[in-house]
């Protein structure tokens, strides 16, 4: 790692996690595959598609990605991932003033407690559900603004979710949206049920941006 070069963070938490992924297709190539070079064409390809998502990027910035072509099944993959997170951009700050901005109708709204321990480095958004309001509020970094959109939450059963594309426990999320300027109407869509798992699962922001523009309408 070239750590004498200073890089302001610059990749996104869904870049990060496709990261992640490819790293444990590579541990698991090494589990399974015996022959050498075929193990080296592993390698090589999951540091090509992590290059590709990179595309502007000059050269010395892209050489932090190269160490994953050093990970061996007796080495820890951790490090290299534990190494990258310094250059992963952190989900903006959100306080209860945040909330309360996003969200000036829903009032004695509380921070979920457990987001203490949510790394805003592994964010794409952030999703809680409020036992008090039975309601599920999502917090999303809309080019650069932070955007929130609350609504009923009916768990179901395992499906596909339209943020991030997972086979997961999903429930129906109704928004209530304002359509024009006096009615509302109700946008819907399954997502999962626990936010943090979902986060994990985001390797691309597609849905998810589609998703906004949906409940922004
Ligand atoms: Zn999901």
Known sequence: MTSHIKIEPFIRSDQYHFIKFQVKNLVHAYSTVKDPNVLKAV????????????????ENQAEIFHTITEIEEDHQPNQYLTELKEYVIPFKSVTEKTVSKLFPKAKKLKLPSSLKEIDFREISYLGWYDIRSEKKFLIFNDNGKLFGVHGTFRHTTKGICALCNGHEEVGLFMANVKSGKETYTNRGNYICTDSQTCNQNLRTLDKLEHFIELVKK
Do not use: T
């Open 43 to 58: 390698k090589y390809g999951a540091l090509d598609k992590v290059i590709d998502l990179f595309p502007e990027i000059p």
